[in-house]
Nanobody, 125 residues
């Protein structure tokens, strides 16, 4: 059984930092691509950041320079370090996995096979 469990969300003030974690089990983590997506109330799910099994990273333009995605293949855990948080970053953050490492568009949430339940991030201005 594949499980993705996010943690680390919370209520913070604008300018603060949070570190999200996504602990995985039941999948071959090291050979897969991993992504972070978010969804705010009344809005579409959107791409935030992703990391290929090679370590190559991708970011949504509005988070570049503030967010850093990383992975620990030994711990089978994905991370998202979020600095200089803004009110517009408020959303539920989900991690997603493509354990076979075959997706063609890393920003397309439809191409990921597994999802976590999400962790709420609320940034007050």
């Amino acid at each position: 059984q594949v499980l993705l469990v996010e943690s680390g969300g919370g209520l913070v003030q604008a300018g603060d930092s949070l570190r999200l974690s996504c602990a995985t089990s039941g999948l071959t983590f090291s050979s897969g691509h991993m992504g972070w997506f978010r969804q705010a109330p009344g809005k579409e799910r959107e791409f935030v950041a992703a990391i290929r099994y090679s370590g190559h990273t991708y970011y949504k333009d509005s988070v570049k320079g503030r967010f850093t995605v990383s992975r620990d293949n030994t711990e089978k855990t994905l991370y998202l370090q979020m600095n200089s948080l803004k009110a517009e970053d408020t959303a539920i953050y989900h991690c997603a996995a493509d354990p076979r490492g075959i997706l063609s568009s890393i920003r397309d949430w439809n191409q990921y096979d597994y999802w976590g339940q999400g962790t709420q991030v609320t940034v007050s201005s």
